[in-house]
C-alpha cells in the first residue's frame, strides 16, 4: 500500500462508519427473555441447527453491511494506486512539504476550504513517512516560513504544527518557497507541494528545482467561482474640503459566467451602491463621486456580496482630507510683470481665491523664500528666471524625495539651473532652439492628460524650447514631445515624489501657449497628475511597511489593526511627520494611528489581487528540472504515470454489496414452512 | 355446568361395576331385557325357568336376562413440572389448573349418573390414588386432592400408568390428563395394556397457545422446566420451524391414538372445560 494516495483524503474520515451497522446491530439486539418452556427439547430438536444457520447470516449481513460502509467510504476518498514500478522506489527518507497559505487558499469549494484540503493531504503524507524520515513542512505565503528551523525527526511535532496551521492573507511566493525547500533539502529529497496552483502566482515559476524530486498536489482541479475587487483608490489620493474626488474601483469577475454585481461604498459620511456589468474572466471599473466636507483622516471600503473568497470581496481605502493644496510659485520676475512665465502660471492655477477653492497659492522670490514655507508646500512650482540658494535647493529636492511635488518651467537661460542632480532628471538640457513659425509638440501614445486629446495640442506652436534628449530607457516619462525627439513635457518619480519637467515657452513672445483655454487646463491637468499616490492601496499583508503621520501632536502614538490589537511599531524619523516602521500586517483592513485617544492617520492594507484570480496553471506545462521526476498526485486531472484510480472498481463493488445485501433479505424473509394442519 | 346438563358418559363398550347402573354390561341380571336361554343346572333358580318352553319342548330352560351395571371411570392427572406453564405473553391459567377444571368437570358428571370415579395424580410416579367409589363424598375427596396438587418433578405416565393398572379392579373408563410432551414406548404399552383388558380409554391433551405458536417475544432463553437445559432464541426466526416439529408431534399422538382406537381430544388452556368436555362427548356419541 505504499504511496497508495487519495484524492479526497479528508473524507477517509467516513471510514468511521463502518463501525455504524455494528453499533445499530448492537443497539437493536434483542435481549432475551427467560422462559420456562415445557416443549424444551421439541424447540430444541427442531432449531439447533437452524440457530448456527441464523447466527451465519446475521454475521455474514453485519460483513457485506460493515464492507459496504467501508466501499463508500473510499469510493468518496477516491484512492489511486501508484504506478507498478513505484513499489520498487527506496522509501523517501528526506521530505520537504510545501503547504500553500496564500489568500486564494481560504477559497471554500465544495463546503470545505481549499486550505483544509491541502492541510489533510499534507498530514496523510507526512504520517505515511516511513520511521526515521527527516521532514519540513514550508507554509507558502508572501515570505515562506518553514514551520521548524531545519529538517526535523519530530514527526509528530512537525504533523502538530501543521495542522495547527492556518492560511494567511497573503500572495503566495512559490518561487520562494521552493527555493528554501531546496536550500532545506540540500540536494537530496523529495518536495511535496499542496496548493491550488494559481496560474497568476505559478505561471513564474519557470522551472521545478534541479536534482530534487517533485510531487505536485493539487487541491482543486478547476476555478473556485469568485468574484473580487482587486483596486479601489481615491482620486485624487490627498484630496481637500470640497474638492470633487472620485473613488475608481475595479471588480473582477472569477467566473465563466457574465455576472452583474452590487459594487457599495462605505467611505466616511458617503454609502453608495453601482451595479456593473462583467464578461466571464474579466475586470471593470466602476467609479463614485464623492467630496469631502471636513478635513483630517477618512476611511472606508467598497464590498461586494460575500463569496467563495470572501477575504476579496472588500478592499479598504483610507485618505487624509486636507484643508487646501498648499502651491508655491517660485520666480524672480515681478508679480505684474505680464512679460515672465509666473505672471500667467500664478493666474491659471489661482484667479482668484473664488475659482479655486482648493488651492492655497503662495508666490515668492528666490530670495524670499523662508524654510517654514517650503516644509509646509504641498507642490512646488519653480518658473524661470529663479535663482535658488543652495539652501532652498536643498529644502525643495528632500521635500520632493520625501513625498512633495514639483513642477519646473524651463525657459530661458536660467533653465539648466532649475535641474537638480538630487532628483535625476529623465533630460539634460543641451542648447535653445529658435523656430519662427513655430514647432509643433505631439501626446505620447497612450498617454491621456485628462480631457485634453492630441488634436488639442496641434494648433499650438513654440518658438523655441531647449533641445534635449531623454534616454531611451526613461522614454516613456515622456508626455509632450517636439518634432525633433526633445521631450516638451515629463513626468517622472523622484523618491517618494513627482516632478513635473515643462519644456514649452509661455510668455507671449515664445507662442500663444499663455493665451490659449488649454493652458490652464494643462496646468490644472498637471496638478491632478501629481496628486495621484503612486503608492496607494500598494500595503500588502505579509510585507513590513511604513507610515507617515502628523507629528504637531503630544503625547504616543498608538497603532492598532482592524481587529484592534495593538501594533509595535518603531520611529524612523520624526518632525513635522513621523515616520513609524511598522511589522507586516498580519490582515487586511484600515489600521489606525492614535494620539492621545485623539485619531491622527489611518492607512489602508489590502489583499494582493493576484490572489483573486483562482484560474489554476495547467501542472502538465510546468517543467522539471534536471534530473528531477515529476509527479502529479491525486487532484483528479493527472495522475503519475501508470498510477491506477480505482473508484470504478469500489463502485461496482458497492453496487455488488448492495445487491447481496438485498438478495438475501429477500430470500431469508420469504423462505417460511407453511403451517400443518392438526385437527383436534 | 349448565353445558354438561344433557350429556353424559357412555362407555364404548359394556360396563363392569358393582352396583346396578345405567349402562349394559355383560353379566346377566334382572333387568327387563331379554339375552338369551340356559339349561337348567342344579342349583339354578327355579323362578327363572320359562314354563312355556318347558311345556313345548319338555326340557328346562331358564330364561336369561341383561343386567345393567354401573361405570367405572379412572382419571389420570399429570401433575409435572411441565404442567406450570401458564403463558409469558398470553397469560391463562396454568396447565395443571386446566386439568384440573376439566377433572373436576368430568367427575361431576361421572358421579351424577351413579357411576364410580377414581383419580390418580402422576408425575414420575403414582403420587396420590383414590380407588373408584360412587358417592359425592367422593367427587369432595377428588377436589381436594386436585386442589392440593402442584406442579412439580419430571413425568413418567408409562410407569405411572402400569400402576394405576395393577390398582383397578375391573375394567371401565380411563381418562389421561396431562401435555403428553413426555410419552414414549412404554406409555404407549401401558395404553396397549388398559386398551387390551377393554378400557375405554380418553387423551385429553392439555397445551398453551404458546405451545403451539412460541411466545411472542424478540429473544428468549428457554429453559427446561424438568431439567437443566437453555436454549437462547429469537422466537420470530425459529417459530416456523418449531411449528412444524409441534404439529409432527400432535400429528403422531393423534396416529398412536387412532391406531389404538383411543379418544384424543386437544384442549387449549384458552377453552372453558365444560364446553371443552361437552364438545368432546358430543364427538364420541357421535363417531367421530
Redesign the interface.
Known amino acids: 500500500m505504499s504511496g497508495l494516495a487519495f484524492t479526497n483524503p479528508w473524507l477517509l474520515a467516513g471510514l468511521a462508519a463502518v463501525g455504524l451497522p455494528l453499533l445499530i446491530h448492537w443497539l437493536t439486539?434483542?435481549?432475551?427473555?427467560?422462559?420456562?418452556?415445557?416443549?424444551?427439547?421439541?424447540?430444541?430438536?427442531?432449531?439447533?441447527g437452524?440457530?448456527a444457520v441464523?447466527r451465519l447470516r446475521t454475521l455474514l449481513l453485519l460483513v457485506i453491511r460493515c464492507l459496504l460502509m467501508l466501499a463508500l467510504a473510499l469510493l468518496f476518498a477516491r484512492p489511486i494506486f501508484p504506478a507498478p514500478g513505484a513499489a520498487n522506489v527506496p522509501p523517501v527518507r528526506r521530505v520537504a512539504l510545501i503547504l500553500d497559505a496564500s489568500l486564494s487558499m481560504r477559497a471554500v469549494q465544495a463546503s470545505v476550504p481549499l486550505f483544509a484540503r491541502a492541510q489533510a493531504e499534507a498530514a496523510d503524507a507526512l504520517r505515511s513517512l516511513p520511521a526515521g524520515s527527516v521532514a519540513t513542512v514550508i507554509l507558502e505565503g508572501a515570505t515562506p516560513r518553514s514551520l521548524l528551523p531545519a529538517l526535523s525527526e519530530n514527526l509528530p511535532a512537525l504533523h502538530d504544527l501543521l495542522v495547527r496551521s492556518q492560511a494567511t492573507y497573503e500572495c503566495g511566493d512559490p518561487a520562494a518557497a521552493l527555493a528554501l525547500a531546496q536550500k532545506t533539502l540540500a540536494g537530496s529529497g523529495v518536495i511535496h507541494v499542496f496548493s491550488d496552483f494559481q496560474k497568476s502566482n505559478w505561471e513564474g515559476v519557470r522551472e521545478l528545482p534541479a536534482g530534487l524530486a517533485c510531487q505536485l498536489h493539487p487541491v482543486t482541479t478547476e476555478a473556485v467561482d469568485n468574484m473580487a475587487i482587486t483596486a479601489a483608490r481615491l482620486a485624487p489620493a490627498a484630496p481637500v474640503m470640497g474638492e470633487p474626488a472620485e473613488v475608481v474601483c475595479t471588480v473582477f469577475n472569477c467566473t465563466p459566467r457574465p455576472r452583474e454585481e452590487t459594487v457599495r461604498l462605505e467611505l466616511g459620511e458617503f454609502t453608495r451602491e453601482n451595479r456593473v456589468t462583467l464578461p466571464p474572466f474579466s475586470t471593470a471599473d466602476t467609479a463614485f463621486d464623492v467630496s469631502f466636507s471636513h478635513a483630517g483622516p477618512v476611511a472606508g471600503h467598497v464590498s461586494l456580496e460575500p463569496d467563495n473568497l470572501t477575504e476579496d470581496n472588500t478592499r479598504y481605502l483610507a485618505a487624509n482630507v486636507g484643508k487646501a493644496l498648499s502651491v508655491v510659485l517660485v520666480s524672480d520676475a515681478e508679480d505684474t510683470d505680464w512679460q515672465s512665465a509666473a505672471f500667467y502660471i500664478g493666474r491659471a492655477l489661482a484667479p482668484s481665491p473664488q475659482a479655486a477653492p482648493g488651492i492655497n497659492l503662495v508666490r515668492r522670490r528666490s530670495q524670499d523664500l523662508d524654510r517654514g514655507l517650503l516644509e509646509t508646500a504641498d507642490v512646488f512650482c519653480l518658473a524661470t528666471p529663479a535663482t535658488l540658494s543652495g539652501e532652498a535647493q536643498e529644502v525643495i529636492a528632500r521635500r520632493v524625495l520625501e513625498g512633495a511635488r514639483l513642477i519646473s518651467f524651463l525657459d530661458g537661460p536660467t533653465a539648466p539651473a532649475l535641474l537638480w542632480p538630487a532628483l535625476n532628471p529623465p533630460l539634460a538640457l543641451e542648447r535653445t532652439v529658435t523656430t519662427p513659425t513655430g514647432d509643433a509638440v505631439a501626446l505620447a501614445a497612450q498617454k491621456k492628460l485628462g480631457e485634453l486629446e492630441a488634436a488639442d495640442f496641434s494648433a499650438l506652436r513654440f518658438r523655441r524650447h531647449w533641445q534635449n534628449r531623454p534616454p531611451d530607457n526613461r522614454a516613456q516619462e515622456t508626455w509632450l514631445a517636439y518634432a525633433d525627439g526633445s521631450a516638451a513635457l515629463t513626468l517622472s518619480p523622484a523618491g517618494r515624489g513627482l516632478m513635473v519637467l515643462v519644456n514649452l515657452p509661455i510668455t507671449p513672445d515664445g507662442g500663444d501657449f499663455a493665451g490659449s483655454p488649454i493652458f490652464p487646463a494643462l496646468l490644472h491637468e498637471l496638478l491632478r497628475l501629481l496628486r495621484q499616490d503612486p503608492d496607494a492601496n500598494q500595503v500588502l499583508p505579509g510585507a513590513a511597511w511604513t507610515l507617515e503621520v502628523p507629528g504637531a501632536g503630544e503625547g504616543a502614538l498608538t497603532v492598532s489593526d482592524p481587529a484592534g490589537l495593538a501594533v509595535a511599531s518603531q520611529v524612523l524619523s520624526s518632525g513635522r511627520t513621523i515616520r513609524l516602521a511598522l511589522p507586516p500586517a498580519r490582515i487586511p483592513g484600515i489600521y489606525v494611528v492614535k494620539q492621545a485617544e485623539t485619531l491622527v492617520a489611518d492607512a489602508a492594507v489590502n489583499v494582493d489581487p493576484r490572489e483573486s484570480d483562482t484560474r489554476p496553471l495547467a501542472l502538465e506545462n510546468l517543467k522539471p528540472g534536471a534530473n528531477a521526476p515529476l509527479t502529479i498526485q491525486s487532484g483528479g486531472t493527472a495522475a503519475p504515470p501508470g498510477a491506477r484510480d480505482c473508484w470504478p472498481q469500489l463502485a461496482l463493488a458497492v453496487v455488488i454489496l448492495l445487491g447481496l445485501e438485498m438478495l438475501f433479505l429477500a430470500l431469508w424473509r420469504n423462505h417460511?414452512?407453511k403451517?400443518?394442519?392438526?385437527?383436534? | 355446568m349448565e353445558a354438561l346438563r344433557n350429556v353424559r358418559l357412555r362407555p364404548r363398550g359394556t360396563a363392569e361395576g358393582a352396583f346396578a347402573g345405567p349402562h349394559k354390561s355383560h353379566f346377566r341380571g334382572t333387568a327387563v331385557e331379554f339375552a338369551d336361554y340356559r339349561e337348567y343346572s342344579p342349583g339354578d333358580d327355579i323362578r327363572q325357568v320359562d314354563w312355556k318352553v318347558f311345556a313345548r319342548t319338555d326340557r328346562h330352560y331358564l330364561r336369561l336376562y341383561d343386567a345393567e351395571r354401573n361405570l367405572l371411570t379412572y382419571l389420570v392427572v399429570d401433575k409435572s413440572g411441565s404442567m406450570e406453564y401458564s403463558g409469558v405473553v398470553a397469560r391463562t391459567p396454568a396447565k395443571l389448573e386446566h386439568a384440573a377444571r376439566l377433572a373436576a368437570a368430568l367427575g361431576y358428571l361421572v358421579l351424577r349418573e351413579g357411576d364410580e370415579l377414581g383419580l390418580s395424580l402422576v408425575d414420575a410416579r403414582l403420587h396420590q390414588h383414590l380407588p373408584a367409589a360412587a358417592s359425592w363424598a367422593q367427587l369432595n375427596r377428588v377436589l381436594e386432592s386436585l386442589d392440593h396438587a402442584r406442579a412439580e418433578g419430571k413425568t413418567d405416565l408409562g410407569a405411572c400408568l402400569e400402576q394405576v393398572f395393577a390398582q383397578t379392579r375391573r375394567r371401565g373408563v380411563l381418562a389421561v390428563i396431562s401435555d403428553f410432551l413426555e410419552v414414549d414406548e412404554r406409555f404407549w404399552r401401558a395404553v396397549d395394556l388398559f386398551r387390551s383388558s377393554r378400557f375405554d380409554v380418553i387423551l385429553l391433551q392439555v397445551v398453551h397457545p404458546e405451545e403451539l405458536e412460541l411466545p411472542a417475544v424478540a429473544a428468549a432463553r428457554f429453559v427446561d422446566p424438568e431439567g437443566d437445559g437453555h436454549f437462547q432464541a429469537e422466537p420470530d426466526q425459529v417459530r416456523a420451524l418449531y411449528r412444524r416439529r409441534f404439529d409432527a408431534f400432535l400429528t403422531g399422538i393423534k396416529g398412536n391414538c387412532q391406531a389404538r382406537g383411543c379418544d384424543w381430544f386437544l384442549a387449549r388452556t384458552t377453552d372453558d372445560p365444560c364446553g371443552f368436555l361437552r364438545h368432546c362427548f358430543l364427538a364420541r356419541e357421535h363417531g367421530k
Not at chain 1, 29 to 48: I, Q, S
Request: proline share 13%; net charge positive; charged share 30%.
Open positions: 439486539r434483542a435481549r432475551p427473555r427467560r422462559v420456562a418452556f415445557p416443549p424444551y427439547k421439541m424447540l430444541v430438536e427442531a432449531c439447533a437452524q440457530q441464523n417460511k414452512p403451517r400443518m394442519e392438526v385437527a383436534s
